[in-house]
C-alpha cells in the first residue's frame, strides 16, 4: 500500500512546461494524494481546475518584464536572460517548499529550471524526482544537440564534445548560474557547487524524462536511475476551455477545410514578421489558417479565411486540423504528434533547434529557419509535408504509438516507488 503523500510540483517555464505537470498532479490526485503545484500565476486557474492547490513563486511583473525582454529569443543572449528570471525565483520557491515540506510526507517533483528544489533536496533531505521534458536537458558526449549524425561520425563527435562541455560550463553556464546560486546557498550554510547544468540539476533519487525512446533514443552516459514514461497526453481540463466560450472558433473550424496551425507559443512577444508571413502563405496556397497568440498586436490584418485565437485546448483543435507550424517547443511538438498531423518547426532558441532536428530525423516534418521564414518557402513546405503520403504514414504511426502508450501511470508508478523507497530509508535511520 502506498501512503498518502504530500506531492509538491514546481515547474517554470512556458505553457509546454506546464500542462503536462498540471495533467501528472491530476493523475497522482487521483490516486488519493495531495497535490500542490508551485509555477507561475498565470497557470493558478488551471492547477485549481485540475483539483491541485497553487502557490505563486514568481509576479506577474516579473514574468511580463522576462516575456517582454526582445533578448530572450536572441542566440547567446537568451540564456542570461532565462537564467537571471530562473535565479530570481530561486529564494521565493525555496521557502514555499520548506514551509509546505512534511517529514516522511513530502515528494517534490520540479523541473531543471526549479533550481531552489534541488536546494531543498540538500537541506530538507526529503526526495525529489528532477522531471526532464526534453531530452537536451540530459546532456550526453554522444549527442551534439540541433545534429543527428550517423554512427560513422559519432567518435568525432564524442571527442568533440568531450573536450568542449567541461569548458562550455567552466565560461559560459557557470558564469552566468553559479554566483548567484551560491550566494543563496551560503546562506543555507551550503557549500558552492560547480558545474551546474553537468550533474548537479539531476536529482539522486528519480529522474524522469517524459518523451518516449523513439523520439530519443537513452545515451549510456545518461543518468543511470532515469527512467523515460512517454509524451504525457494531453488533456483539455489542463488548459483554458476557449472553445467553449468562443463559438466563434468551433464554428470556424466546421466552415471549410482543416486549416493550419500558426504558433510560437505562448511567450513569444516577437512574432509580427512570423505571422504576417504566415497570412500571406495561406493566400498563396489556398489554405485556411488559425493563428495562436496572446498577443494580438503582433497580427496584421486577416483575411476571412484566416482566424486569431488566444489560446485554446490542443488535444481539441489540432485533430481538426491539416498541420501544425511552430516553435519546437517540445509541448506543442507532442500535441501534434498525439494528433497524428504533419509539422513545419521554426526553431530559435533554447532546446527548440534539438527538438526540430529530432521531428526532422523522424520524418513527420520539416524545418525552416527563422530568418528563412517568408510566405513562398512557407507555402512549398506546406505543400510538401501535407501531401507527401512518407510524412503521412509517419503521423498516424506516431498517433498510434502515442495512444498505446500510459505515460502518467507509469510516472506515478515511479514516483511513488522513489518516494516510498527514500521514506522508507529515512525512518530506518531513524530508528
Not at 76 to 97: C, M
Not at 190 to 197: A, D, G, I
Request: aromatic residues 8%; contains cysteine; charged residues 20%.
Amino acid at each position: 500500500m502506498t501512503p498518502r503523500l504530500h506531492v509538491v510540483i514546481v515547474v517554470l517555464g512556458s505553457g509546454g512546461d506546464v500542462f503536462p505537470m498540471i495533467a501528472f498532479g491530476r493523475a497522482m490526485t487521483a490516486r488519493g494524494h495531495r497535490v500542490l503545484l508551485v509555477s507561475s500565476p498565470y497557470f493558478a486557474p488551471n492547477a485549481r481546475a485540475a483539483g491541485l492547490a497553487f502557490e505563486a513563486c514568481v509576479s506577474e511583473e516579473d514574468e511580463r518584464r522576462g516575456v517582454e525582454n526582445p533578448n530572450l529569443w536572441k542566440v547567446g543572449r537568451g540564456f542570461r536572460v532565462l537564467f537571471d528570471g530562473l535565479l530570481d525565483a530561486v529564494p521565493a520557491t525555496y521557502r514555499i517548499i520548506a514551509t509546505h515540506y512534511v517529514p516522511g510526507r513530502t515528494v517534490v517533483v520540479a523541473n531543471a529550471a526549479a533550481m531552489a528544489a534541488r536546494i531543498a533536496r540538500e537541506t530538507l533531505g526529503g526526495p525529489l524526482v528532477t522531471v526532464h521534458l526534453q531530452p537536451i536537458l540530459l546532456r550526453s558526449r554522444n549527442h551534439q544537440p540541433g545534429l543527428m549524425v550517423s554512427p560513422r561520425w559519432q567518435p568525432i563527435v564524442r571527442a568533440m564534445r568531450t573536450l568542449l562541455l567541461p569548458l562550455i560550463d567552466r565560461w559560459v553556464f557557470d558564469p552566468i548560474i553559479a554566483p548567484r546560486l551560491n550566494q543563496f546557498r551560503a546562506t543555507l550554510q551550503l557549500p558552492p557547487v560547480r558545474r551546474v547544468f553537468a550533474d548537479w540539476i539531476h536529482s539522486p533519487d528519480l529522474v524522469l524524462g517524459l518523451f518516449p525512446d523513439w523520439f530519443a533514443r537513452p545515451e549510456t552516459d545518461w543518468p543511470a536511475h532515469m527512467h523515460l514514461v512517454g509524451f504525457p497526453a494531453g488533456d483539455p481540463a489542463d488548459a483554458p476551455d476557449t472553445l467553449r466560450d468562443d463559438a466563434g472558433l468551433d464554428a470556424f473550424l466546421d466552415a471549410g477545410p482543416p486549416p493550419i496551425v500558426f504558433t510560437l507559443g505562448t511567450a513569444m512577444a516577437f512574432a509580427r514578421r512570423f505571422f504576417e508571413a504566415s497570412v500571406e502563405a495561406c493566400r498563396l496556397s489556398g489554405r485556411r489558417g488559425l493563428l495562436f497568440t496572446q498577443f494580438p498586436e503582433q497580427l496584421p490584418p486577416l483575411p476571412d479565411t484566416v482566424r486569431h485565437c488566444r489560446f485554446a485546448p490542443f488535444p481539441r483543435v489540432l485533430p481538426r486540423t491539416a498541420g501544425l507550424v511552430h516553435h519546437g517547443g517540445i509541448g506543442t511538438m507532442a500535441a501534434a504528434f498525439a494528433a497524428g498531423i504533419p509539422q513545419i518547426a521554426v526553431p530559435f532558441n533554447f532546446d527548440q533547434p534539438d527538438n526540430a532536428a529530432r521531428l526532422l530525423a523522424l520524418g513527420a516534418g520539416a524545418i525552416i529557419r527563422p530568418a528563412a521564414y517568408v510566405a513562398d518557402t512557407v507555402a512549398r513546405t506546406l505543400n510538401e509535408v501535407l501531401t507527401s503520403p512518407s510524412v503521412q504514414a509517419t503521423c498516424l504511426s506516431i498517433a498510434e504509438r502515442i495512444r498505446a502508450a500510459d505515460p502518467m501511470r507509469s510516472a506515478c508508478d515511479l514516483v511513488e516507488a522513489a518516494a516510498n523507497l527514500a521514506i522508507g530509508q529515512g525512518v530506518t535511520q531513524l530508528l
